[in-house]
């Protein structure tokens, strides 16, 4: 825990929440409530959380704000670990400082250690816990299978898994691949697997049963961007002026007319060892 943090008043601190950019939506007491990129307080409910965590040990993997370990801990969590890389160590981002300022205004006993995905294993972050928390990490994964197992590693019972799925029309296990940004310009982004990807993975890396809750997020499209235009294409338009832009939108059409079922969306899983 920052000492700066650690030894402010709770008072000075509630009063400097508004002034801080947050991404999870977190609910301080007294009215006070962070305002989130992430409607995190509404989305709570899609992320298919036990009603009672009551006498387990949770792991939060990808933890940023901690709003999921301060929800686990309210549903009677003995042992909370939140764990996260990435966001923690981004230059100039807040997310750290603001975990540690909700952990203190709340005052919940929760650990915390720094740790990315690809080196968690019982001996970093001190055993295997009840129930692995594994929400919005995996499509950022360039190896979403390595990831899985090592969050198998460190599951005793249960792992609740939330991330963006894609190719949902297609019959067999497949995910697609975000090149470059073209997932919402974030170029973090890696694969949105499928339902049958997702359950396949799971237990290939040593979970013995799969549930898969019906998609919270859907969308008739495939969730990343079209690959624009070819260069040339554009270019010969370019060349052809009002002519060749009339030529072109009927070369290349916008989008064509989506289907009737979901290609992406976002969905929930749990895996049992």
Same mark, same amino acid.
């Given at each position: 825990?920052?000492?700066?943090?650690?030894?402010?008043?709770?008072?000075?601190?509630?009063?400097?929440?508004?002034?801080?950019?947050? &991404?999870?939506?977190?609910?301080?007491?007294?009215?006070?409530?962070?305002?989130?990129?992430?409607?995190?307080?509404?989305?709570?409910?899609?992320?298919?959380?036990?009603?009672?965590?009551?006498?387990?040990?949770?792991?939060?993997?990808?933890?940023?704000?901690?709003?999921?370990?301060?929800?686990?801990?309210?549903?009677?969590?003995?042992?909370?670990?939140?764990?996260?890389?990435?966001?923690?160590?981004?230059?100039?981002?807040?997310?750290?400082?603001?975990?540690?300022?909700?952990?203190?205004?709340?005052?919940?006993?929760?650990?915390?250690?720094?740790?990315?995905?690809?080196?968690?294993?019982?001996?970093?972050?001190?055993?295997?816990?009840?129930?692995?928390?594994?929400?919005?990490?995996?499509?950022?994964?360039?190896?979403?299978?390595?990831?899985?197992?090592?969050?198998?590693?460190?599951?005793?019972?249960?792992?609740?898994?939330?991330?963006?799925?894609?190719?949902?029309?297609?019959?067999?296990?497949?995910?697609?691949?975000?090149?470059?940004?073209?997932?919402?310009?974030?170029?973090?982004?890696?694969?949105?697997?499928?339902?049958?990807?997702?359950?396949?993975?799971?237990?290939?890396?040593?979970?013995?049963?799969?549930?898969?809750?019906?998609?919270?997020?859907?969308?008739?499209?495939?969730?990343?961007?079209?690959?624009?235009?070819?260069?040339?294409?554009?270019?010969?338009?370019?060349?052809?002026?009002?002519?060749?832009?009339?030529?072109?939108?009927?070369?290349?059409?916008?989008?064509?007319?989506?289907?009737?079922?979901?290609?992406?969306?976002?969905?929930? &899983?749990?895996?049992?060892?």
């Amino acid at each position: 825990m920052s000492v700066d943090i650690a030894e402010r008043d709770i008072d000075e601190l509630r009063a400097e929440v508004p002034g801080r950019r947050w &991404f999870h939506t977190i609910d301080l007491g007294d009215g006070l409530v962070t305002d989130g990129y992430d409607d995190t307080i509404a989305k709570t409910r899609h992320m298919q959380l036990p009603a009672t965590l009551n006498g387990k040990t949770v792991l939060d993997i990808g933890a940023y704000e901690g709003a999921f370990s301060f929800e686990a801990k309210r549903r009677g969590a003995e042992r909370v670990l939140a764990t996260d890389s990435f966001v923690w160590e981004w230059p100039d981002d807040p997310s750290r400082q603001n975990f540690e300022m909700a952990r203190r205004i709340l005052g919940l006993d929760i650990e915390d250690q720094r740790v990315r995905v690809e080196d968690l294993t019982p001996d970093v972050v001190g055993g295997t816990f009840d129930v692995v928390l594994f929400l919005g990490v995996l499509y950022h994964a360039l190896d979403p299978l390595g990831y899985l197992a090592r969050m198998r590693s460190v599951t005793a019972e249960m792992a609740i898994i939330e991330t963006v799925v894609d190719m949902l029309h297609v019959e067999v296990p497949a995910a697609a691949y975000y090149a470059s940004d073209s997932l919402n310009g974030d170029a973090s982004n890696c694969f949105g697997p499928n339902a049958g990807a997702m359950e396949g993975m799971l237990l290939d890396v040593g979970f013995s049963r799969v549930e898969a809750f019906e998609p919270w997020v859907v969308n008739r499209w495939y969730a990343a961007n079209l690959v624009p235009p070819p260069v040339g294409l554009v270019a010969r338009a370019r060349r052809l002026g009002s002519t060749g832009l009339d030529w072109l939108s009927h070369h290349v059409s916008d989008r064509p007319t989506p289907p009737p079922f979901p290609r992406s969306g976002r969905m929930t &899983f749990h895996a049992y060892v």
